[in-house]
């Protein structure tokens, strides 16, 4: 199985509660046609890029996964069928970003470095 990314931009008129719904239905498609979810992360309400449909925020939802090829296909076709999807971008990743994504999970990036502190 490949492992995936993908990022869901949800419309900002949405109550916490229904975009909450909304990402579930969409993990549950996951995890119902065979897909691990690895990790995910509610990023929340942030500025846009551009506008979109006249909107300058939106719910962001990165979701980490394990899935066969042909489920992509499946979750795309539900996400454009939504009207509470701005936008969403499917990533598949190689070896490099999967050994990146763990790394983060398990924390590397966030230790300081030793450094020895002067005697003033």
Same mark, same amino acid.
């Given at each position: 199985?490949?492992?995936?990314?993908?990022?869901?931009?949800?419309?900002?008129?949405?109550?916490?509660?229904?975009?909450?719904?909304?990402?579930?239905?969409?993990?549950?498609?996951?995890?119902?046609?065979?897909?691990?979810?690895?990790?995910?992360? $509610?990023?929340?309400? /942030?500025?846009? #890029?551009?506008?979109?449909?006249? &909107? !300058?925020?939106?719910?962001? +939802?990165?979701?980490?996964?394990?899935?066969?090829?042909?489920?992509?296909?499946?979750?795309?076709?539900?996400?454009?069928?939504?009207?509470?999807?701005?936008?969403?971008?499917?990533?598949?990743?190689?070896?490099?970003?999967?050994?990146? $994504?763990?790394?983060? /999970?398990?924390? #590397?990036?966030?230790?300081?470095? &030793? !450094?020895?502190?002067?005697? +003033?």
């Amino acid at each position: 199985m490949q492992q995936y990314e993908i990022v869901i931009v949800l419309t900002p008129l949405l109550s916490v509660e229904v975009a909450a719904e909304a990402i579930a239905k969409y993990s549950k498609v996951l995890t119902d046609n065979g897909a691990e979810i690895v990790q995910e992360d $509610n990023w929340g309400l /942030r500025k846009l #890029a551009y506008p979109i449909q006249k &909107k !300058t925020t939106g719910y962001y +939802h990165l979701t980490e996964f394990k899935a066969p090829g042909d489920l992509i296909n499946k979750l795309e076709v539900e996400l454009r069928r939504d009207e509470r999807v701005l936008r969403f971008l499917t990533i598949a990743l190689d070896k490099h970003a999967v050994a990146y $994504n763990d790394k983060k /999970r398990s924390g #590397a990036f966030n230790k300081k470095p &030793k !450094t020895e502190e002067a005697a +003033h």
